[in-house]
């Protein structure tokens, strides 16, 4: 993809195949042998990322490669979709940004899983996220294992 990835997802990623938690929010991830596969979705998601900025439908927000442009690293079945904001050379300090299947946009410092875990435990933002998914109880499936 031309760029590297967060420390935190490359770490869940080779952890873990994609995961679905609570129903609702599934995560990427790269299995051995189907990194094309997952290579494929994330350019997917930009080419809709693209569509939706010509549109004026981003918050102001970039595409990746732009500098500091959103890259995707998961969506929600609802609609909401879950990013990287590329700012800087050290991607372990990329912002996530959520865009809200409603048309909100909001940035949460820290990366991937500091985000998940703000959401679970309620110190996250949340905005258009739903109640009574991705807390405390929440179910995890590994998809693709």
Known sequence: MGVGLPVDFREFAEAYPAVEVDGFLRIWSPVPG???EYVEGVRYGLDVLRDLRESGDTGGYTVYPEPGGLLPWGESLEGDVFYWRTAGRDPGQWPVVAGGRNGAWWECAGGMLAFLVGVVDG???????PDGVLGPAASVVLLGS
């Open 123 to 129: 110190t996250a933002e949340r905005a258009e996220l």
């Open 34 to 36: 189907g990194e094309e």
